[in-house]
């Protein structure tokens, strides 16, 4: 029996250790950090912390912008630079099914959240009555393939740190291969019309909103490139809806 209690009592010292296991490279990681990552990987993470672009959020000289002809959503903000680490960890979540790095990720987009309340496109602007979050959707065949969608996870986090509903807004009309590997015109055309108010959503959001004034949607991805789908989803949804529309990326 006291040999029992001993080790009752050595397991209870072992679950309430501050030392945990880090997300990303499976270092021991102190409990107080705001993430569970350890010291090195915390010190990596290439935050933004001022932008050159009021409008798509890029921290240095940006050409996306000027060159589009019309831009549908408000303005865009990012957590972290897309280095060769963010790249290793996007794929980690991705690719080689590490989902439990959406506990990582998914709270870094309050960083982004926060550049878009202390950095805005128009200082005058009034806050918006009402707030939501929503991401950019994944075709049938993507979600298949991966048994997840990434932007949607991530927009889970943020909603659980900032209190606002997570809702899908949007649905994809046919596949796309992956905009990475593609130039800039051919992203757009291979964007057109490929998204479409998803309409459960937005009974939704109207029976949640009756009566209500001024609406933000912040979009969730996970990596902004040169805005292409986040400026055709923005469209899609304000053909449909009287909203703004905020991009919040994980990555730039």
């Not at 309430?16 to 490279?25: A, D, G, W, Y």
Request: aromatic fraction near 8%; glycine fraction near 6%.
């Amino acid at each position: 029996m006291h040999r029992c209690s001993e080790w009752f009592v050595q397991l209870e010292k072992l679950l309430s250790s501050s030392k945990q296991i880090c997300l990303s490279c499976g270092a021991g990681y102190d409990r107080s950090k705001p993430l569970p990552v350890c010291s090195d990987c915390w010190a990596a993470i290439p935050w933004i912390g001022e932008v050159m672009c009021s409008r798509c959020g890029r921290y240095e000289v940006c050409t996306d912008c000027i060159r589009r002809e019309n831009t549908y959503y408000t303005q865009n903000r990012s957590a972290v630079r897309y280095d060769d680490n963010m790249k290793e960890w996007l794929a980690l979540h991705k690719y080689r099914g590490k989902e439990r790095l959406r506990q990582v990720l998914g709270p870094m987009l309050l960083h982004a959240y926060h550049l878009h309340r202390h950095n805005p496109v128009d200082s005058t602007e009034r806050e918006a009555t009402v707030q939501w979050i929503s991401f950019v959707p994944l075709s049938e065949e993507r979600l298949q393939e991966r048994g997840f969608n990434q932007a949607r996870q991530l927009a889970e986090e943020l909603g659980k740190l900032t209190g606002l509903p997570v809702i899908s807004l949007l649905r994809r009309t046919r596949h796309t291969d992956k905009q990475s590997f593609k130039a800039r015109a051919a992203r757009l055309d291979d964007l057109k019309d490929v998204f479409e108010v998803d309409g459960d959503g937005l009974a939704y959001m109207n029976a949640m909103a009756v009566k209500l004034g001024k609406h933000r949607v912040y979009l969730i991805d996970d990596v902004y490139t040169t805005g292409s789908t986040l400026n055709e989803c923005a469209r899609t949804l304000r053909q449909k809806l009287d909203v703004e529309v905020y991009g919040i990326s994980w990555a730039r």
